[in-house]
């Protein structure tokens, strides 16, 4: 007798590697929602695939997957040119062990995504593909549809791109939620000193309410203004603001409730043990991956 139904081997080949997928397109989108969609694509796809033909089956569904993120990925361009202030990744609540992966960790930390939004399509696919999933350029240039001589030189162009918007360190995840409890600290206590004294000189603080919640328009630079304007928020909410240490994309961050219920997510970025970047998520759109986590893999 057998041991109970079998699935066929185009099934069992995209459920071995779904999660491998759903990082790549998330990493090439910032949008969990998008990811999905483009795995939806690619299982349509695969299904159609005669597998005798495919030697192997990984390649082949990144490949499907690469290209249907990168049309997508030109559509969400368009679509971000009227977006209603600052655009921000969707927020993942990841595991504890992707913190582990330090790579990945930082691929798909927020301040990592919102300097791959800085790339061109392609770039950020080849980008995506080398540096974090290190294929070789073969495979690349197929998913692409480039030459692998136009492949290497869209890999060192986007490389360069990046190390000059990269975060000019990379504090562990130590520093990082040391940073956020003392950011914590002084929210729960009031003490509006605390919160300056945590923030870098030159903090920059983004918000994200998608024209759905309210946020900051444009972006909030230096510690007076960024403590400011918490500390409005604080007079305004604090009776029923609270905060709750969660790991998000894999990195320390923060669920923000007022009233119990889920406001935003509050995600950093740290340096010298001080807070140079705050992202603040509000959009609800973008908020169904914080009560949950989200297995991402590589």
């Known amino acids: 007798m057998s041991g109970g139904p079998r ?36 299982w349509l ?3 159609g695939v005669d597998l005798d033909t495919v030697r192997d089956k990984r390649a082949y569904l990144v490949r499907i997957t690469t290209r249907q993120a990168l049309t997508r990925l030109r559509t969400l361009g368009r679509r971000k040119e009227s977006y209603v202030g600052p655009w921000l990744p969707e927020p993942l609540l990841t595991a504890p062990d992707v913190a582990e992966d330090v790579e990945l960790a930082e691929s798909v930390s ?13 770039e950020r696919a080849v980008f995506v593909l080398r540096e974090v ?8 240039a197929a998913a692409v549809d480039k ?9 060192h162009r986007a490389r360069a791109h990046v190390a000059a918007r990269r975060p000019r360190t990379d504090a562990s995840p130590a520093e990082t939620r040391s940073a956020l409890e003392a950011f914590q600290r002084a929210v729960d206590t009031g003490d509006l000193q605390g919160l300056f004294d945590v923030l870098a000189p030159d903090v ?23 403590s400011r304007v ?3 928020g604080l007079e305004r909410f604090g009776a029923g603001l609270s905060l709750d240490p969660v790991q998000v994309n894999g990195r320390p961050a923060l669920i923000v409730r007022l009233d119990e219920e889920i406001d935003g997510v509050l995600a950093v970025r740290v340096a010298d043990g001080l807070i140079t970047g705050l992202y603040y998520v509000r959009n609800p759109q973008k908020l169904s991956r914080v009560q949950r986590e989200t297995t991402i893999s590589r």
């Open 147 to 155: 030459s692998q001589a136009a492949v290497r030189q869209i890999a």
């Open 7 to 42: 699935t066929d081997p185009a099934t069992e080949a995209f459920v071995a590697h779904r999660n491998l997928l759903f990082t790549v397109a998330y990493e090439m989108l910032g949008s969990a929602a998008d990811a999905e969609d483009v795995l939806q694509e690619t």
């Open 204 to 226: 920059v603080a983004l918000s994200d309410g998608g024209g759905i919640k309210q946020a900051m328009l444009r972006p909030i630079v230096g510690a007076d203004k960024v």
């Open 133 to 140: 999933f290190d294929l070789g350029y073969d495979e690349i």
């Open 230 to 232: 918490f500390a409005a």
């Open 45 to 47: 796809r695969w299904a």
């Open 110 to 122: 927020m301040a990592m995504l919102l300097v791959l939004e800085t790339l061109t399509p392609t």
